[in-house]
T-cell receptor, first 115, second 115 residues
Framework: EAGVAQSPRYKIIEKRQSVAFWCNPISGHATLYWYQQILGQGPKLLIQFQNNGVVDDSQLPKDRFSAERLKGVDSTLKIQPAKLEDSAVYLC?????????????FGQGTRLTVV | AQSVTQPDIHITVSEGASLELRCNYSYGATPYLFWYVQSPGQGLQLLLKYFSGDTLVQGIKGFEAEFKRSQSSFNLRKPSVHWSDAAEYFCAVGPFTGGGNKLTFGTGTQLKVEL
């Protein structure tokens, strides 16, 4: 079974530029999550989708971050404009459904460096 | 608000020695509890999870964890550590009802194994 795919693996941009990350979840997984992991910290949930609808985006900085999952499969996370403090690893995860009994599988992440 | 505390930032053990990683949580209701492991450049892998029932939970790679409600703890243990266990370990809590995988992570414990 293929895992959660993320691209790119690494990205370096200058502050005020824009950047987008892509995630392809495990086939059949209805729930998709984006987490931000700043160096030295645990991952922090940014947004949670169920199919193509947003379940929770309360921790997403909506002035600069946006995410979509138009067809209920792939998802993109965008930052525009980027700030230095956005440097982090962005992890995508998917699970069969919302319930905690369904294990969440994580991708390898995209490491973003903002200079 | 829910929170997770991992008091040990770094732990060093000798190969073959026993291991215990501490985790304390704060949550207003019955939580789901998880332990994840993250190797360098890799995504998070689920070691084990607790929902209900037996408070001693067995996981993969020989790990186990014990849920102690009275102490709000969910410590991870392994009787004999292998060099390949060197990684970062994250404890996480999720809501019992709906969105169980909407996880709040601790800051992690970096495990070093001496040969």
């Amino acid at each position: 079974e293929a895992g959660v795919a993320q691209s790119p693996r690494y990205k370096i941009i200058e502050k005020r530029q824009s950047v987008a990350f892509w995630c392809n979840p495990i086939s059949g997984h209805a729930t998709l999550y984006w987490y931000q992991q700043i160096l030295g910290q645990g991952p922090k949930l940014l947004i949670q989708f169920q199919n193509n609808g947003v379940v929770d985006d309360s921790q997403l900085p909506k002035d600069r971050f946006s995410a979509e999952r138009l067809k209920g499969v792939d998802s993109t996370l965008k930052i525009q404009p980027a700030k230095l403090e956005d440097s982090a690893v962005y992890l995508c995860a998917s699970s069969l459904d919302l319930g905690g009994a369904a294990e969440a599988f994580f991708g390898q992440g995209t490491r973003l460096t903002v200079v | 608000a829910q929170s997770v505390t991992q008091p040990d930032i770094h732990i060093t053990v000798s190969e073959g020695a026993s291991l215990e990683l501490r985790c304390n949580y704060s949550y207003g209701a019955t939580p789901y509890l998880f332990w994840y492991v993250q190797s360098p450049g890799q995504g998070l892998q689920l070691l084990l999870k607790y929902f209900s029932g037996d408070t001693l939970v067995q996981g993969i790679k020989g790990f186990e964890a014990e849920f102690k409600r009275s102490q709000s703890s969910f410590n991870l243990r392994k009787p004999s550590v292998h060099w390949s266990d060197a990684a970062e370990y994250f404890c996480a809590v999720g809501p019992f009802t709906g969105g169980g995988n909407k996880l709040t992570f601790g800051t992690g414990t970096q495990l070093k194994v001496e040969l």
